[in-house]
């Protein structure tokens, strides 16, 4: 079964400072893999989704971005944070013929 | 423009009554749809799916309909249990695309 890892669990980060928050997936080959983000009160925001090593797909415009530099390795980075960013994120995996799998989450909180 | 809505943000229940829980869709392209249950500070956890060949599909206490032509699914747990107190999110997905796009949730309360 598909096991994912995501850390750290909660941060605390100045505006204007670097971010990076990785994912990786146990348990599966050639995943589907996705950032979301929950900002209060709100849904689940997709926010980047990869279907192969380095293969990228944005989905909102903003100042994070993705990278894939492993078939199980998924990172969310960010050269400056904006108080924008906090919220709480969600690294997703798709394995063959399974639905979406959530990690545990990152809550962050940008001040 | 949110393509998946759900209209409830919160649902209080009596333990052992039925929660239904209702998601609209505004693109008919979506043909497979999935119900996630979020307990604070943790991830969403699939509960339950059903693809548009399909207008019902029960796993345990939970049901999920789909009327296609309405653009609507509801998930029906029953009985409801304190333990099911959550937020509950929909998803859908269209074939051939990648993107699963959520609903802005319901918080569901089962009152003992």
């Known amino acids: 079964s598909q096991t994912i890892h995501q850390w750290p669990a909660t941060l605390v980060q100045p505006v204007g400072s670097p971010l990076s928050l990785e994912c990786t997936v146990e348990?599966?080959?050639?995943?589907?893999l996705y950032w979301y983000r929950q900002a209060a009160g709100r849904g689940l925001q997709l926010l980047f989704y990869s279907v192969g090593i380095g293969q990228i797909s944005s989905e909102v415009p903003q100042n994070l971005s993705a990278s894939r530099p492993q078939d199980r390795q998924f990172i969310l980075s960010s050269k400056k944070l904006l108080l924008s960013d906090s919220g709480f994120y969600l690294c997703?995996?798709?394995?063959?013929?399974?639905?979406?799998?959530f990690g545990n989450g990152t809550r962050l909180t940008v001040t | 423009d949110q393509q998946v809505k759900q209209n409830s943000p919160s649902l209080s229940v009596q333990e052992g009554r039925i929660s239904i829980l209702n998601c609209d869709y505004t693109?008919?392209?979506?043909?497979?749809f999935l119900w996630y249950k979020k307990y604070p500070a943790e991830g969403p956890t699939f509960l339950i799916s059903i693809s548009s060949i399909k207008d019902k599909n029960e796993d345990g206490r939970f049901t999920v309909f789909l009327n296609k032509s309405a653009k609507h699914l509801s998930l029906h747990i029953v009985p409801s249990q304190p333990g099911d107190s959550a937020v509950y999110f929909c998803?859908?997905?269209?074939?051939?695309?990648?993107?699963?796009?959520f609903g802005t949730g319901t918080r569901l309360k089962v009152l003992a």
């Open positions: 348990g599966t080959s050639n995943p589907n």
């Open positions: 997703a995996v798709q394995g063959a013929n399974s639905p979406l799998h």
């Open positions: 998803a859908a997905k269209a074939s051939g695309t990648y993107k699963y796009i």
């Open positions: 693109n008919s392209m979506f043909d497979y």
